[in-house]
Nanobody, 125 residues
Framework: QVQLVESGGGLVQAGGSLRLSCTAS????????MAWFRQAPGKEREFAAG????????DYADSVEGRSTISRDNAKNTVYLQINSLKPEDTAVYYC??????????????????WGQGTQVTVSS
C-alpha cells in the first residue's frame, strides 16, 4: 500500500506557473505508474497527465499539453507536475494517483488504486 501527499498548490495569476509535488510513502514507488487528475467545482475528475514507472513515457490531456510537464524522481518517491501559462480554467483541486495496473496512462479514475488528498490550484484572471 502507498500513501500519497500532494503539495505546491496555491493562488496564482493567469499566465503564471506552479509546480505540484506528490510524495509517496513506502519503498516500492517505482512499481507504480503515476498520474495527475484534477477536479473543478461541479465537474467530474479528469485526467491531466500520466507517467510510466521509470519515467520514460508520459501522456497529457489536450487541455494541458504543451504547457505542462510531468516528471518523477524515484529516488525521492516523488512525482511532479509543472504547469505554465496558467489559465482561470485550470482552477481545480489537483490529485495525484498511483496504479499497479499494466495499462499505462489510463484516463479513468477507477484504474488507480491510491489517491492523495488533493491540493487546490486557483488561477485568477
Amino acid at each position: 500500500q502507498v500513501q500519497l501527499v500532494e503539495s505546491g498548490g496555491g493562488l496564482v495569476q493567469a499566465g503564471g506557473s506552479l509546480r505540484l509535488s506528490c510524495t509517496a510513502s513506502g519503498q516500492t514507488f517505482n512499481s507504480y505508474a503515476m498520474a495527475w487528475f484534477r477536479q473543478a467545482p461541479g465537474k467530474e475528475r479528469e485526467f491531466a497527465a500520466g507517467i510510466s514507472r521509470n519515467g520514460d513515457g508520459t501522456d497529457y490531456a489536450d487541455s494541458v499539453e504543451g504547457r505542462s510537464t510531468i516528471s518523477r524522481d524515484n529516488a525521492k518517491n516523488t512525482v511532479y507536475l509543472q504547469i505554465n501559462s496558467l489559465k482561470p480554467e485550470d482552477t481545480a483541486v489537483y490529485y495525484c494517483a498511483a496504479t499497479t495496473a499494466k495499462i499505462l496512462f489510463s484516463t479513468t479514475p477507477t484504474s488507480y488504486q491510491y489517491w492523495g488528498q488533493g491540493t487546490q490550484v486557483t488561477v485568477s484572471s
